[in-house]
């Protein structure tokens, strides 16, 4: 069993600046890919961005593409997702998912990931 926690989330004016955190639980994080959904009232979930157990392979959305940054440190069992140049649209519930997979294609559904956190909220003011 693995548990994630996200810290990080808050409110910002758009142009603005966010750092989210992930830590997740276990010993064998470095076996997990990892990511961040969100979603936003009214709207579907969207998978925001994937990274594989090494850290080297990442997929973004494309509305999110060039102002946000995934990585992780896998001594630290944390990822972390740079959000930079934050519009409204942003706005939505962050959550970290995780599963176990340690190979490098990257998947992008929400429904391969077996563990979630309770979420961190982001709020972007225009």
């Known amino acids: 069993q693995v548990h994630v926690v996200e810290s990080g989330g808050g409110s910002v004016q758009a142009g603005g600046s966010l750092r989210l955190s992930c830590e997740a639980s276990?010993?064998?994080?470095?076996?997990?890919?990892m990511g961040w959904i969100r979603q936003a009232p009214e709207k579907e979930r969207e998978v925001v961005a994937i990274i594989d157990w090494s850290g080297r392979h990442t997929y973004y959305v494309e509305s999110v593409k060039g102002r946000f940054t995934l990585s992780r440190d896998n001594g630290k069992n944390r990822v972390y997702l740079e959000m930079n140049s934050l519009e409204p649209d942003d706005t939505a519930g962050y959550f970290c998912?995780?599963?176990?997979?340690?190979?490098?294609?990257?998947?992008?559904?929400?429904?391969?990931?077996?563990?979630w956190g309770p979420g961190t909220q982001v709020t972007v003011s225009s």
């Open positions: 276990g010993r064998t994080f470095s076996r997990y890919m």
């Open positions: 998912v995780a599963t176990e997979y340690s190979g490098s294609l990257l998947k992008i559904s929400e429904y391969d990931y077996d563990y």
